[in-house]
């Protein structure tokens, strides 16, 4: 089972510049979210989605946007990129009605110059 | 706002000790605590617990939730070169969000 897929792992984008990061899950899982780690930080809440066609904000929702159109897929979209948003991003996944963990991606790592 | 916080942030300690890791939590609809190691890459999933009092093990590792003083502990014996790592605890509600703490790095010496 391929999990929690993120694309890409790496990316350097200069300021201003707009970029999707993608995510999709292949278990089904009603529950989405994307974090980003920054040192010293541990993972913060962007954005998550509790099912297709719902999302909400987290704690650090500020210059990202996402959609659910599908159970599959949750891409996080940078608008205007800025050096802050430096960081590594990670997509996770689960299904809170089975009780389970969440399942994380292998993470984006970007840089903003 | 839903709030995690472990303590210590960071940990030195030789091959051999026993460290405790702490994990507080104020987190609205809670269910469960998570714990997760992370080396380099993504979180790797340890434990989850639900329920006060009742430990749960995995090799040298265990841990135990509080769920009247709202904390979790995360014990480690023996410890090995190969636990060094940054271990995170989250909080979760009843429809999935999860809240992170901080994370303590571990660092174990030979």
């Known amino acids: 089972n391929a999990g929690v897929t993120q694309t890409p792992k790496f990316q350097v984008l200069k300021t201003g510049q707009s970029m999707t990061l993608q995510c999709a899950q292949d278990?089904?899982?009603?529950?989405m979210s994307w974090y980003r780690q920054d040192p010293g930080m541990g993972l913060r809440l962007i954005h998550y989605?509790?099912?297709?066609?719902?999302?909400d904000q987290g704690e650090v929702p500020n210059g990202y946007n996402v959609s659910r159109s599908t159970t599959e897929d949750f891409p996080l979209r940078l608008l205007s990129a800025a050096p802050s948003q430096t960081s590594v991003y990670f997509c996770?996944?689960?299904?809170?009605?089975?009780?389970?963990?969440?399942?994380f991606g292998q993470g984006t790592r970007l840089t903003v110059v | 706002e839903d709030k995690v916080v472990q303590s210590p942030l960071s940990l030195v300690v030789h091959e051999g000790d026993t460290v405790t890791l702490n994990c507080s939590y104020e987190v609205t609809n809670f269910r469960s605590l998570l714990w997760y190691k992370q080396e380099k890459k993504a979180p790797t999933f340890l434990f989850m617990l639900t329920s006060s009092g009742i430990e749960k093990k995995s090799g040298r590792l265990s841990s135990i939730l509080d769920k009247k003083e709202l904390f979790s502990i995360l014990n480690i014996t023996a410890t090995q070169t190969g636990d060094s790592a940054i271990y995170l605890c989250?909080?979760?509600?009843?429809?999935?969000?999860?809240?992170f703490g901080q994370g303590t790095i571990l660092t174990v010496h030979p």
């Open positions: 989250a909080g979760g509600t009843s429809y999935g969000k999860l809240t």
């Open positions: 996770a996944s689960s299904e809170p009605h089975k009780n389970t963990e969440a399942f």
């Open positions: 278990m089904n899982h009603e529950y």
């Open positions: 989605s509790v099912g297709a066609g719902i999302t």
